[in-house]
């Protein structure tokens, strides 16, 4: 039985779950969860994740929700080094994993709330969340910026779940305008994963297709 992935195609989180497992030769299916129409609220759903977020996977009768504990999962099921086999590089590896989390992502995704989600809504934005947002990204992109001047990836010599982690805001970054352009070695890495790791090329289309449609469908112009 194939691993249950649900979660809507235009969701950055989805994409590091749905890349990370086609890097790692897993299988999953795929159940597209539309955001947009609230199928995350509807009661079966909320029996699967009660916060009605994506995305959420089912692996038998083990059902997880958040997407860097999806992968850390998936990783450990089949021995991947996307988790590092040395104990110290994963150690490192869950730092740069908790420190997206907590100093990264979530400002991309209040961005996006702000600046995109709202024009579904008919609200206006508030200046003043976006312009917090973009103070901590920048500070927080400062600090990247400097170890990636002296690292390809994030962790060690090649791709890791950190990297996929870290690199999720760039699926929106287009339409969001974050300040990820005043990195250079930030947007170096990000082209350099584009190049260099077909799953996270393959899955930018996917996103960019599925929420593009959404914003021609709503009539709404960035």
């Known amino acids: 039985m194939a691993i249950k992935v649900y979660g809507d195609p235009g969701s950055g989180s989805r994409r590091r779950v749905t890349s990370a497992a086609a890097i790692m030769g897993i299988e999953i299916e795929r159940v597209n969860i539309d955001l947009f129409k609230g ?13 009605g977020l994506t995305p959420v996977m089912v692996d038998g009768d083990v059902v997880l929700y958040e997407a860097s504990a999806i992968n850390i999962y998936l990783a450990e099921k089949v021995g991947s080094d996307l988790l590092s086999t040395s104990p110290a590089e994963r150690y490192q590896i869950l730092q740069w994993m908790f420190w997206s989390g907590e100093q990264w992502r979530i400002f991309a995704t209040l961005t996006f709330d702000e600046r995109i989600a709202k024009r579904f809504m008919g ?7 976006v312009q917090l947002a973009a103070d901590k990204i920048r500070a927080a992109a400062a600090v990247l910026d400097a170890h990636l001047a002296e690292h390809r990836f994030i962790v060690g010599d090649h791709l890791t779940l950190a990297d996929i982690d870290i690199a999720a805001p760039f699926s929106q970054n287009a339409r969001t305008k974050v300040p990820f352009s005043e990195f250079p070695n930030l947007v170096a890495w990000q082209q350099r994963l584009l190049d260099t790791v077909p799953a996270w090329a393959e899955t930018k289309q996917e996103v960019d297709d599925r929420i593009d449609s959404a914003l021609a469908g709503a009539g709404i112009m960035l």
Do not use: A, G
């Open 39 to 51: 199928e995350s609220h509807t009661p079966e759903f909320l029996k699967l994740n009660p916060h």
């Open 123 to 129: 609200q206006p934005e508030d200046n003043s969340i």
